[in-house]
């Protein structure tokens, strides 16, 4: 049997092969009737597509500045990222001297722009490999590495070609006897207008940051728990509540149904004399009031929280598959998502995605890394 997945599906192996519309209909003879109709499903919801995009006119596409060719690295970044990779695999093999990270971010609570500076400490050699010294812990036992984010600013204060400064530019010079790929020069990128706020920091206020961010998020879900764990409390009071009162209804109807049947004794005539004895009939006593029935105090229905976005990657740097919608994105720890060429790197830039309003922000113009420049 052959199988036909979608209408799509099968316009795309027509293409490719090139088979006819005769071959693809004479291969709809082998298909049982729930696939046929399956099939005529798919065809119909394709034919609607495209009857509705002739329909609607394209607008002519313009290029965003700052874009990258699909699937084409820019040749103006080639050395650079060249650079960057021999000083990683240098600095893995022979260690490192302290340098500082350089990242900018904005800040949530005023919304301007922060620049970091983060001072990463020297290397050390543990047990064969270079590590940061001072970076073994209980999650780290054999101690941090040195990756690729952090290897651009290294490269950058070892040697920067640009301003033609750093530390070392012999190994600059290594690294070029070694790169035979033709150089183009780099176009200038626009002067920085925003308010800047430079705030340096250690690799361990860094990580000190990490762990308040972390102990901030575990004690909202434990004052959830708690709040949640409160309402049950009260449910559950309320309902004990409920029964004693049905309770105390019920012996309150049994009380007055006691006396309603009690019998008053008729004293009988005396042996000599006729004395007649009359009997006066008791009293009915009164029904014992009814309890009113509390009434339960209706609360609000709580609205269900929408799902949170469970995709996550590490902040190393790099980018990382990241299918959504249908199509395949490339996305980082920052959320800035580039569409997946078909050789697997960086297509064209798509914007930053907004998890709480489940959208790609397109608005954004593309960012300008420190190894492009």
């Known amino acids: 049997m052959i ?17 006819s519309v005769e071959e693809v209909l004479a291969s709809l003879k082998g298909l049982e009737s729930a696939e046929l109709f399956k099939v005529m499903k798919q065809a119909l919801v394709e034919a609607e597509k495209r009857s509705k995009a002739a329909a609607v006119p394209k607008k002519a596409a313009t290029k965003k500045a700052g874009s990258m060719p699909k699937g084409v690295v820019p040749p103006q970044l080639r050395k650079p990222r060249a650079w960057v990779d021999f000083t990683l695999k240098h600095a893995l093999e022979h260690g490192w001297e302290a340098f500082t990270v350089y990242q900018t971010k904005k800040d949530k609570a005023t919304g301007e722009k922060v620049e970091e500076e983060i001072e990463m400490p020297a290397s050390e ?3 064969g490999a270079n590590v940061y010294k001072g970076s073994v812990d209980e999650k780290h036992p ?6 690729h984010k952090d290897a651009m600013s290294l490269s950058k204060q070892r040697w920067a070609p640009k301003e033609k400064t750093g530390t070392h530019h012999a190994l600059y010079q290594e690294f070029e006897s070694s790169y035979v790929e033709e150089v183009t020069s780099a176009a200038s990128s626009d002067s920085e207008s925003e308010k800047k706020v430079i705030v340096r920091k250690t690799a361990a206020e860094k990580a000190a940051e990490a762990e308040a961010k972390k102990a901030e998020k575990e004690a909202a879900a434990a004052a959830k728990k708690a709040a949640k764990e409160a309402e049950k409390e009260a449910k559950r009071a309320e309902k004990e ?3 004693a009162a049905k309770r105390a209804e019920k012996e309150a109807e049994k009380e007055a149904k006691k006396v309603a049947k009690k019998v008053v004794p008729v004293v009988p005539a005396a042996a000599v004399k006729k004395v007649v004895a009359t009997v006066k009939p008791a009293a009915a006593a009164p029904k014992a009031a009814v309890a009113a029935k509390p009434v339960a105090a209706v609360k609000p229905a709580v609205k269900a929280k929408p799902a949170v976005e469970s995709w996550s990657c590490p902040a190393d740097g790099m980018v990382h598959p990241w299918p959504y919608k249908g199509k395949q994105y490339l996305r980082n720890s920052d959320n800035e998502v580039w569409l997946k060429g078909e050789d697997g790197s960086c297509g064209e830039w798509q914007g930053i995605f907004r998890p709480t309003e489940d959208r790609i922000d397109d608005s954004v113009a593309e960012p300008v890394f420190d190894d492009e420049e």
């Open 3 to 19: 199988d036909i997945p979608s209408a799509s599906d099968v316009s795309q192996e027509v293409e490719v092969a090139g088979a």
């Open 125 to 127: 050699l543990l047990n």
């Open 142 to 147: 054999n101690g941090k590495q040195l990756i």
């Open 241 to 243: 509540a409920e029964a």
